[in-house]
C-alpha cells in the first residue's frame, strides 16, 4: 500500500476522534479511495492496525466512541439502501434462479477479525468486540441478510460473551443478539440465553439490558413479569415500560393485570409508580379506546376493589376537572345511577370519583353536587337497593347462578354503603333520614352479614358521642337478638260454652219480659209496662257484651312477647356490631354499664359457642373490651392464653393478636398483679424455661418466671407448622422489641434465623416484617445495637452447629454475618452518641470474636471471625486498640490456616497505621489545610483502596433487609462494572486544582499511540 493511502486512512482515524468532524464526509471520502483500489487486503490490514488502538481502552472515553462510531458507519456505508416492497419482490424471483450475492468484502474481513478476537484475554478488547458487533448488527437494514455461516458464528460467539465475567461485556453481548431472536422457535439459543441473564445475572444493568432487547412471546412474558418484583429500582422500572410498549392487555390475565396494578401503584420507589401512572395505564387506556369502565371490566373488580380504586385515583390524577365531570357514569336527573343500570364496574366508578372529588375539600364541594344527590334522597335509594337483596336458603346458594347473582348485589351494596361518606350530613333532615336508614337495614333480620360491619360502621360515623354510640348500638343489638314476637293463645272450649248457655239464659229472660210487657200495656198497667221495658233494655246490653265475649273467645288472642335467638347468624350478627363499636370507641371511654351487660350476656357465652366464627369474633371483642379496661385485661388474660394455645388456628391467632396488644398497651406488670394468671401459666412447657430467659423491660414489677413462660409460649408458636400463626407471633415479638417492653438477645436471634430459615422463603408478609424490623430496631438506639451484639454469637453457633437435615444447614453464614455487622455499624445510628468515650459497640464484638477464636483456633468458624475482623468500625480508644492488639498477636501464635493468619496480620497493620496516623493528625488539627496535601492523597491510592475495600465489603447482600438507603453509585447502564470494581468511598474533599489534574490525567488522545506506532514503523 502506498504512503499516500496509508496517511488517508490514519487521518480519517484522527479525524474522527474529534466530535465535530462531518463523519458522513469521512466516511464518503474513505469509501470512494477504497473502492477506487484493485488489491484491497492491505487496506484491510492497516484500516484494523488502526482500529485496535481503540479496542484496547475499556473506558468510555468521547474519542473512543467516535472512533467506534465511525468504524461502523464505514463498515456499514457498503450496503445497498434499503428497498421498497416492489423491488424486494422482484429480488426474491431472481433469487430463485440465481444464487445470492455474498456479503460485502469488507464487511466480512471486520466481522471475521472481529470473531477472532472476541476470546482474548483483555477485558477491554472483548467488550469493543462485542459493542461493535452490536453496533454493526444494529446499523444494518431492516430488510439486512447475512450469510447463514456468518450468523452461526455470530451466534455463538455472543451466547459465549453473555457469560463473560465483566458485566459490560454481557451487555453489549445480549444487545449484539437482539436481531438474532427467533421468538417462534420454542428451542431458540438467544431467548434460552435472555432467560437464563434475567433469572440468575447479579447485575441489573445487565438485566436492564435483555428486558429492552427481548421479544415478547408466551414464553418470554412470565419472565418479565417477573422483573416487575425484581430487587433494583431501574430493572422495575423499565419491565413495567417494556410492558407498557410491547404487550397488548388482551395478552395478560386477569390476575396478572391485577397483580402488575396491585404492586406498581405500591411500589416503594415514585418512579416505578410514576412509570406506572404515565406509561401503562395511558397505553392500556389507549387499547380499550379511552373507555375506564371497560378498562375496569379488564380487572376483577369483585375481588380486588381496592386495586380499582388505587387504578381509578391514577387515572383521576391525570385528567383535568372538565374531563372528570365528562366521563362521569350516566346519571339520571336525581344524580343517581339507575337500579337497572348498577353493575360492579360502574358503581366502583362512581364511588371512585366521588372519593377522589371529596379529597379535594372545599375545592371539591361544588363538583360534587353535580355528581351526588342530597343525603335523603340518596338513603331512600339505598334503602330500596338493599331490601331487595334477597337472602339465599341453603339450597338455592348450592346453585352457583343464584349465588354469584347475590354475591354481585352485595358488592354493590357495599360501594353504595361506602358512597355514605361523601355525602352532606350537616343538614339535619338528611342526616336523620340516612340514620334512620342505617338502623333500619341493621335491625332487619334478612340484611347480608357482609354489610353488618360496614353499615355499623357508617352509623357510629354519624353519632359523635361515645355514650349515644353504645346506646344507640345495644338497641339494635337488644332489637335483633330478641325481636318482638306475637304469641297466639288456644281458645278455652269450657269457658265457650258457659258464654253459650249464659247467651241462652238471657234470650229467654229478654222474650219472657216482653210478653209481660205486652201484657201490661195491654191491661194499661202502665208503670208495670216502664219497669219492664228498664229491665228489657238492661238485658239486652248483657247480651250485647256476652255476645262480644264470645266473639272475642273464639278468635285466637295475640301477645307481643320477646324471645331471645341464640342461633349463630344472629350472634355473629350482634358481635360484629359490638366488635366495630369497641374499634370505633374512644380509647379515653371507660367500660360502662351498657358494655359491662354486653360482656355478660352476648361475649363470654359466646366464647363457647360450638361454631367457629362465633368463637372467633366473641375473642375479638373480648380483646377489644380487654384494651379499654385494666381490670378486664387482668380477669380475662388467663381465658386469652388458653385460647390461643387450644383452639382452632383462627380463633388462636385472635387470641394472640389480643395477648400482643395488651402487653404493648399495659406491659408485663399486668401478669404479676393477678394471681391467677401465675396459676395458669404453670401448664406452660417448663422445659423450654431454662433456654429462653429474656431480660423484661419491667424486671422490678414482674417476676421473671411470668414474663419468661409467655415468651416460652412465643417462641413455641414460632417453630409452629401454621404460616399464619409464626408469622403474627413473629410481628407481635417484633412490636414488643421495638417498643422495648422486652429485650432479649435470645429472642432477637430466633427471629434471625426464622428471617433466613429456607421454610419461610414463600411467607412474604413475615419476610417483609421482620427485614423492615431489623433496620429500625438496630438504628434506633446504641441499646439496641447491643442486644444484636449479645446475640451475635449465638446466631452464628446455631448455624455452624445445625445439622446437615435441617433447613439452617442451607443459610450462608456470611450473610448472616454481614447482616449482623451492618446493624451494629455505629453510624447506622438515627441519632448517633455524643459521648466520645463511649466503648463502641463493634469494639465489644471484636473482643467477643478474639475471646471465640482463642478457645478454639482449629474451629472452622475461625476464618469466618477473622475474615469479619476487618469489617468492623471500630473506635480510636487507644485502650480498646491495645487490648485488640494483644488479642491479635495471641491469635498469630496460635492460629495456623493461612487465610486466617493474612486476615489478622491485615487487622494488626490496620490498627498500627491507624494508630500512627492519629499521632500525625493531632499536632496538625488546628493548621490551615494544604492544597498539596490533597494532590498527595490522591496520588497514594493503596490506603484509599484499603479503606474502600473495607467499608465496602459486607454491604452486598444487606440490602434485602429494608430501611437502609442504598449507596449512591454515579454509573450509567454501560458502565456498570459492580462486580469488579469497588465502590468508592468518599475521603477527604479534593482541592480545585486536584481535581483539574485528575481531570487532566482521564482525558484520552489516541493521537499519541498512533503517532508513536508510526515513528517506530
Same mark, same amino acid.
Given at each position: 500500500?502506498?504512503?499516500?493511502?496509508?496517511?488517508?486512512?490514519?487521518?480519517?482515524?484522527?479525524?474522527?476522534?474529534?466530535?465535530?468532524?462531518?463523519?458522513?464526509?469521512?466516511?464518503?471520502?474513505?469509501?470512494?479511495?477504497?473502492?477506487?483500489?484493485?488489491?484491497?487486503?492491505?487496506?484491510?490490514?492497516?484500516?484494523?492496525?488502526?482500529?485496535?488502538?481503540?479496542?484496547?481502552?475499556?473506558?468510555?472515553?468521547?474519542?473512543?466512541?467516535?472512533?467506534?462510531?465511525?468504524?461502523?458507519?464505514?463498515?456499514?456505508?457498503?450496503?445497498?439502501?434499503?428497498?421498497?416492497?416492489?423491488?424486494?419482490?422482484?429480488?426474491?424471483?431472481?433469487?430463485?434462479?440465481?444464487?445470492?450475492?455474498?456479503?460485502?468484502?469488507?464487511?466480512?474481513?471486520?466481522?471475521?477479525?472481529?470473531?477472532?478476537?472476541?476470546?482474548?484475554?483483555?477485558?477491554?478488547?472483548?467488550?469493543?468486540?462485542?459493542?461493535?458487533?452490536?453496533?454493526?448488527?444494529?446499523?444494518?437494514?431492516?430488510?439486512?441478510?447475512?450469510?447463514?455461516?456468518?450468523?452461526?458464528?455470530?451466534?455463538?460467539?455472543?451466547?459465549?460473551?453473555?457469560?463473560?465475567?465483566?458485566?459490560?461485556?454481557?451487555?453489549?453481548?445480549?444487545?449484539?443478539?437482539?436481531?438474532?431472536?427467533?421468538?417462534?422457535?420454542?428451542?431458540?439459543?438467544?431467548?434460552?440465553?435472555?432467560?437464563?441473564?434475567?433469572?440468575?445475572?447479579?447485575?441489573?444493568?445487565?438485566?436492564?439490558?435483555?428486558?429492552?432487547?427481548?421479544?415478547?412471546?408466551?414464553?418470554?412474558?412470565?419472565?418479565?413479569?417477573?422483573?416487575?418484583?425484581?430487587?433494583?429500582?431501574?430493572?422495575?422500572?423499565?419491565?413495567?415500560?417494556?410492558?407498557?410498549?410491547?404487550?397488548?392487555?388482551?395478552?395478560?390475565?386477569?390476575?396478572?393485570?391485577?397483580?402488575?396494578?396491585?404492586?406498581?401503584?405500591?411500589?416503594?420507589?415514585?418512579?416505578?409508580?410514576?412509570?406506572?401512572?404515565?406509561?401503562?395505564?395511558?397505553?392500556?387506556?389507549?387499547?380499550?379506546?379511552?373507555?375506564?369502565?371497560?378498562?375496569?371490566?379488564?380487572?376483577?373488580?369483585?375481588?380486588?376493589?381496592?386495586?380499582?380504586?388505587?387504578?381509578?385515583?391514577?387515572?383521576?390524577?391525570?385528567?383535568?376537572?372538565?374531563?372528570?365531570?365528562?366521563?362521569?357514569?350516566?346519571?339520571?336527573?336525581?344524580?343517581?345511577?339507575?337500579?337497572?343500570?348498577?353493575?360492579?364496574?360502574?358503581?366502583?366508578?362512581?364511588?371512585?370519583?366521588?372519593?377522589?372529588?371529596?379529597?379535594?375539600?372545599?375545592?371539591?364541594?361544588?363538583?360534587?353536587?353535580?355528581?351526588?344527590?342530597?343525603?335523603?334522597?340518596?338513603?331512600?335509594?339505598?334503602?330500596?337497593?338493599?331490601?331487595?337483596?334477597?337472602?339465599?336458603?341453603?339450597?338455592?346458594?348450592?346453585?352457583?347462578?343464584?349465588?354469584?347473582?347475590?354475591?354481585?348485589?352485595?358488592?354493590?351494596?357495599?360501594?353504595?354503603?361506602?358512597?355514605?361518606?361523601?355525602?352532606?350530613?350537616?343538614?339535619?333532615?338528611?342526616?336523620?333520614?340516612?340514620?334512620?336508614?342505617?338502623?333500619?337495614?341493621?335491625?332487619?333480620?334478612?340484611?347480608?352479614?357482609?354489610?353488618?360491619?360496614?353499615?355499623?360502621?357508617?352509623?357510629?360515623?354519624?353519632?359523635?358521642?361515645?355514650?349515644?354510640?353504645?346506646?344507640?348500638?345495644?338497641?339494635?343489638?337488644?332489637?335483633?337478638?330478641?325481636?318482638?314476637?306475637?304469641?297466639?293463645?288456644?281458645?278455652?272450649?269450657?269457658?265457650?260454652?258457659?258464654?253459650?248457655?249464659?247467651?241462652?239464659?238471657?234470650?229467654?229472660?229478654?222474650?219472657?219480659?216482653?210478653?209481660?210487657?205486652?201484657?201490661?200495656?195491654?191491661?194499661?198497667?202502665?208503670?208495670?209496662?216502664?219497669?219492664?221495658?228498664?229491665?228489657?233494655?238492661?238485658?239486652?246490653?248483657?247480651?250485647?257484651?256476652?255476645?262480644?265475649?264470645?266473639?272475642?273467645?273464639?278468635?285466637?288472642?295475640?301477645?307481643?312477647?320477646?324471645?331471645?335467638?341464640?342461633?349463630?347468624?344472629?350472634?355473629?350478627?350482634?358481635?360484629?356490631?359490638? $366488635?366495630?363499636?369497641?374499634?370505633?370507641?374512644?380509647?379515653?371511654?371507660?367500660?360502662?354499664?351498657?358494655?359491662?351487660?354486653?360482656?355478660?350476656?352476648?361475649?363470654?357465652?359466646?366464647?363457647?359457642?360450638?361454631?367457629?366464627?362465633?368463637?372467633?369474633?366473641?375473642?375479638?371483642?373480648?380483646?377489644?373490651?380487654?384494651?379499654?379496661?385494666?381490670?378486664?385485661?387482668?380477669?380475662?388474660?388467663?381465658?386469652?392464653?388458653?385460647?390461643?394455645?387450644?383452639?382452632?388456628?383462627?380463633?388462636?391467632?385472635?387470641?394472640?393478636?389480643?395477648?400482643?396488644?395488651?402487653?404493648?398497651?399495659?406491659?408485663?406488670?399486668?401478669?404479676?398483679?393477678?394471681?391467677?394468671?401465675?396459676?395458669?401459666?404453670?401448664?406452660?412447657?417448663?422445659?423450654?424455661?431454662?433456654?429462653?430467659?429474656?431480660?423484661?423491660?419491667?424486671?422490678?414489677?414482674?417476676?421473671?418466671?411470668?414474663?419468661?413462660?409467655?415468651?416460652?409460649?412465643?417462641?413455641?408458636?414460632?417453630?409452629?407448622?401454621?404460616?399464619?400463626?409464626?408469622?403474627?407471633?413473629?410481628?407481635?415479638?417484633?412490636?414488643?422489641?421495638?417498643?422495648?417492653?422486652?429485650?432479649?438477645?435470645?429472642?432477637?436471634?430466633?427471629?434471625?434465623?426464622?428471617?433466613?430459615?429456607?421454610?419461610?422463603?414463600?411467607?412474604?408478609?413475615?419476610?417483609?416484617?421482620?427485614?423492615?424490623?431489623?433496620?429500625?430496631?438496630?438504628?434506633?438506639?446504641?441499646?439496641?445495637?447491643?442486644?444484636?451484639?449479645?446475640?451475635?454469637?449465638?446466631?452464628?453457633?446455631?448455624?455452624?452447629?445445625?445439622?446437615?437435615?435441617?433447613?439452617?444447614?442451607?443459610?450462608?453464614?456470611?450473610?448472616?454475618?454481614?447482616?449482623?455487622?451492618?446493624?451494629?455499624?455505629?453510624?447506622?445510628?438515627?441519632?448517633?452518641?455524643?459521648?466520645?468515650?463511649?466503648?463502641?459497640?463493634?469494639?465489644?464484638?471484636?473482643?467477643?470474636?478474639?475471646?471465640?477464636?482463642?478457645?478454639?483456633?482449629? $474451629?472452622?468458624?475461625?476464618?469466618?471471625?477473622?475474615?469479619?475482623?476487618?469489617?468492623?468500625?471500630?473506635?480510636?480508644?487507644?485502650?480498646?486498640?491495645?487490648?485488640?492488639?494483644?488479642?491479635?498477636?495471641?491469635?498469630?501464635?496460635?492460629?495456623?490456616?493461612?487465610?486466617?493468619?493474612? $486476615?489478622?496480620?491485615?487487622?494488626?497493620?490496620?490498627?498500627?497505621?491507624?494508630?500512627?496516623?492519629?499521632?500525625?493528625?493531632?499536632?496538625?488539627?488546628?493548621?490551615?489545610?494544604?492544597?498539596?496535601?490533597?494532590?498527595?492523597?490522591?496520588?497514594?491510592?493503596?490506603?484509599?483502596?484499603?479503606?474502600?475495600?473495607?467499608?465496602?465489603?459486607?454491604?452486598?447482600?444487606?440490602?434485602?433487609?429494608?430501611?437502609?438507603?442504598?449507596?449512591?453509585?454515579?454509573?450509567?447502564?454501560?458502565?456498570?462494572?459492580?462486580?469488579?470494581?469497588?465502590?468508592?468511598?468518599?475521603?477527604?474533599?479534593?482541592?480545585?486544582?486536584?481535581?483539574?489534574?485528575?481531570?487532566?490525567?482521564?482525558?484520552?488522545?489516541?493521537?499519541?499511540?498512533?503517532?508513536?506506532?508510526?515513528?517506530?514503523?
Amino acid at each position: 500500500m502506498t504512503a499516500d493511502n496509508e496517511t488517508e486512512i490514519k487521518e480519517a482515524f484522527q479525524r474522527a476522534q474529534k466530535g465535530h468532524n462531518n463523519k458522513a464526509k469521512l466516511v464518503a471520502s474513505l469509501n470512494s479511495r477504497y473502492n477506487k483500489l484493485e488489491d484491497k487486503t492491505l487496506f484491510h490490514e492497516e484500516f484494523v492496525h488502526y482500529l485496535k488502538y481503540a479496542m484496547i481502552i475499556y473506558k468510555r472515553e468521547p474519542t473512543v466512541e467516535n472512533v467506534i462510531e465511525f468504524v461502523v458507519r464505514f463498515a456499514t456505508s457498503f450496503q445497498s439502501p434499503p428497498k421498497t416492497e416492489e423491488e424486494e419482490e422482484e429480488e426474491e424471483e431472481e433469487e430463485e434462479e440465481d444464487d445470492a450475492e455474498d456479503d460485502h468484502p469488507f464487511l466480512s474481513f471486520i466481522f471475521n477479525f472481529l470473531l477472532e478476537s472476541h476470546k482474548a484475554s483483555s477485558h477491554a478488547v472483548r467488550f469493543r468486540v462485542c459493542q461493535l458487533i452490536n453496533k454493526l448488527l444494529g446499523s444494518m437494514a431492516e430488510n439486512a441478510q447475512i450469510d447463514d455461516d456468518l450468523f452461526d458464528r455470530i451466534h455463538q460467539a455472543m451466547l459465549v460473551r453473555v457469560t463473560d465475567k465483566f458485566p459490560n461485556v454481557r451487555i453489549q453481548a445480549a444487545l449484539a443478539m437482539t436481531r438474532l431472536q427467533q421468538p417462534k422457535d420454542a428451542d431458540c439459543p438467544t431467548i434460552n440465553a435472555y432467560l437464563l441473564i434475567l433469572e440468575n445475572d447479579t447485575n441489573a444493568e445487565v438485566r436492564r439490558a435483555v428486558l429492552s432487547c427481548i421479544a415478547m412471546s408466551p414464553r418470554t412474558l412470565p419472565k418479565v413479569l417477573k422483573r416487575t418484583r425484581d430487587v433494583k429500582e431501574n430493572v422495575r422500572k423499565l419491565a413495567y415500560q417494556v410492558l407498557a410498549d410491547k404487550v397488548h392487555i388482551k395478552a395478560l390475565t386477569i390476575a396478572q393485570r391485577v397483580s402488575l396494578l396491585q404492586q406498581g401503584l405500591r411500589d416503594t420507589s415514585e418512579a416505578v409508580r410514576e412509570m406506572v401512572c404515565s406509561r401503562v395505564l395511558p397505553s392500556w387506556l389507549l387499547r380499550v379506546d379511552g373507555n375506564i369502565i371497560e378498562l375496569l371490566h379488564r380487572l376483577d373488580v369483585e375481588n380486588c376493589a381496592q386495586t380499582a380504586l388505587d387504578t381509578l385515583k391514577a387515572i383521576f390524577k391525570g385528567q383535568l376537572t372538565e374531563e372528570l365531570l365528562q366521563n362521569r357514569v350516566q346519571l339520571d336527573n336525581r344524580k343517581l345511577i339507575p337500579v337497572d343500570s348498577l353493575s360492579c364496574e360502574n358503581v366502583l366508578y362512581w364511588r371512585a370519583l366521588c372519593e377522589f372529588i371529596k379529597a379535594k375539600g372545599d375545592e371539591g364541594d361544588e363538583m360534587l353536587e353535580q355528581v351526588l344527590p342530597d343525603a335523603a334522597t340518596y338513603a331512600n335509594f339505598l334503602y330500596g337497593y338493599l331490601k331487595a337483596v334477597p337472602l339465599l336458603s341453603e339450597e338455592q346458594r348450592a346453585d352457583f347462578n343464584q349465588l354469584e347473582l347475590v354475591m354481585t348485589k352485595e358488592f354493590i351494596s357495599q360501594q353504595l354503603i361506602h358512597l355514605i361518606g361523601c355525602l352532606d350530613t350537616n343538614e339535619e333532615g338528611g342526616r336523620k333520614r340516612v340514620f334512620a336508614v342505617l338502623q333500619e337495614m341493621l335491625a332487619l333480620p334478612h340484611t347480608p352479614s357482609s354489610l353488618v360491619s360496614l353499615l355499623t360502621e357508617k352509623l357510629l360515623t354519624l353519632i359523635p358521642d361515645d355514650h349515644r354510640r353504645i346506646q344507640t348500638v345495644a338497641e339494635i343489638i337488644s332489637d335483633v337478638r330478641e325481636p318482638i314476637m306475637t304469641a297466639s293463645q288456644p281458645v278455652d272450649e269450657n269457658m265457650s260454652r258457659r258464654q253459650q248457655v249464659q247467651l241462652a239464659e238471657v234470650k229467654v229472660r229478654i222474650m219472657e219480659a216482653k210478653e209481660t210487657l205486652e201484657e201490661c200495656i195491654a191491661a194499661q198497667d202502665f208503670s208495670r209496662a216502664a219497669e219492664f221495658k228498664d229491665s228489657i233494655t238492661e238485658l239486652e246490653n248483657s247480651r250485647n257484651q256476652i255476645i262480644q265475649k264470645v266473639a272475642e273467645s273464639n278468635e285466637p288472642a295475640d301477645k307481643e312477647i320477646r324471645s331471645e335467638k341464640n342461633d349463630p347468624e344472629t350472634l355473629l350478627r350482634c358481635l360484629t356490631m359490638c $366488635a366495630e363499636l369497641l374499634k370505633q370507641m374512644s380509647f379515653k371511654t371507660r367500660i360502662g354499664p351498657t358494655i359491662s351487660a354486653l360482656m355478660s350476656s352476648l361475649i363470654l357465652p359466646s366464647i363457647a359457642n360450638a361454631h367457629p366464627a362465633v368463637r372467633n369474633m366473641a375473642v375479638v371483642c373480648l380483646g377489644t373490651c380487654t384494651l379499654h379496661s385494666k381490670e378486664l385485661a387482668k380477669t380475662h388474660m388467663v381465658l386469652l392464653l388458653q385460647i390461643a394455645q387450644l383452639d382452632e388456628v383462627k380463633i388462636r391467632i385472635s387470641a394472640l393478636r389480643a395477648i400482643i396488644d395488651l402487653l404493648l398497651l399495659f406491659g408485663f406488670q399486668l401478669l404479676s398483679e393477678t394471681a391467677a394468671t401465675q396459676t395458669a401459666l404453670h401448664s406452660l412447657s417448663p422445659d423450654r424455661q431454662e433456654e429462653d430467659a429474656p431480660v423484661t423491660e419491667e424486671k422490678a414489677d414482674a417476676p421473671e418466671d411470668t414474663a419468661q413462660s409467655i415468651l416460652v409460649m412465643l417462641s413455641e408458636f414460632l417453630d409452629s407448622e401454621v404460616s399464619d400463626l409464626r408469622t403474627e407471633t413473629a410481628e407481635g415479638l417484633a412490636k414488643l422489641m421495638y417498643t422495648g417492653r422486652i429485650s432479649s438477645a435470645k429472642m432477637f436471634s430466633r427471629l434471625v434465623l426464622l428471617w433466613y430459615n429456607p421454610v419461610t422463603e414463600d411467607d412474604t408478609r413475615l419476610r417483609h416484617c421482620l427485614g423492615v424490623f431489623f433496620q429500625l430496631y438496630a438504628r434506633e438506639s446504641r441499646v439496641h445495637q447491643e442486644v444484636v451484639e449479645e446475640g451475635f454469637l449465638p446466631t452464628v453457633r446455631t448455624l455452624m452447629n445445625a445439622p446437615a437435615t435441617s433447613p439452617l444447614a442451607e443459610v450462608d453464614i456470611n450473610n448472616v454475618v454481614e447482616l449482623l455487622v451492618e446493624l451494629t455499624r455505629p453510624s447506622g445510628l438515627i441519632k448517633p452518641s455524643t459521648n466520645t468515650e463511649e466503648v463502641c459497640v463493634h469494639d465489644y464484638l471484636a473482643v467477643r470474636m478474639c475471646g471465640e477464636m482463642l478457645k478454639d483456633p482449629t $474451629a472452622p468458624e475461625v476464618r469466618l471471625y477473622a475474615k469479619t475482623l476487618s469489617n468492623l468500625e471500630l473506635s480510636r480508644d487507644e485502650t480498646v486498640k491495645k487490648d485488640l492488639q494483644t488479642l491479635l498477636q495471641q491469635l498469630v501464635q496460635e492460629v495456623k490456616d493461612r487465610v486466617c493468619l493474612r $486476615a489478622l496480620e491485615k487487622m494488626v497493620h490496620q490498627l498500627v497505621d491507624s494508630k500512627e496516623q492519629a499521632e500525625l493528625l493531632s499536632p496538625s488539627a488546628l493548621q490551615p489545610l494544604d492544597v498539596n496535601a490533597d494532590e498527595a492523597a490522591t496520588d497514594d491510592p493503596s490506603k484509599s483502596a484499603k479503606r474502600a475495600k473495607r467499608s465496602n465489603t459486607g454491604q452486598r447482600k444487606v440490602c434485602t433487609a429494608k430501611g437502609r438507603k442504598p449507596s449512591r453509585r454515579t454509573e450509567s447502564s454501560e458502565e456498570s462494572d459492580g462486580e469488579n470494581v469497588p465502590e468508592s468511598v468518599p475521603l477527604l474533599r479534593s482541592s480545585r486544582r486536584a481535581k483539574t489534574a485528575a481531570l487532566e490525567k482521564t482525558k484520552l488522545d489516541l493521537n499519541t499511540l498512533i503517532n508513536q506506532e508510526a515513528n517506530v514503523s
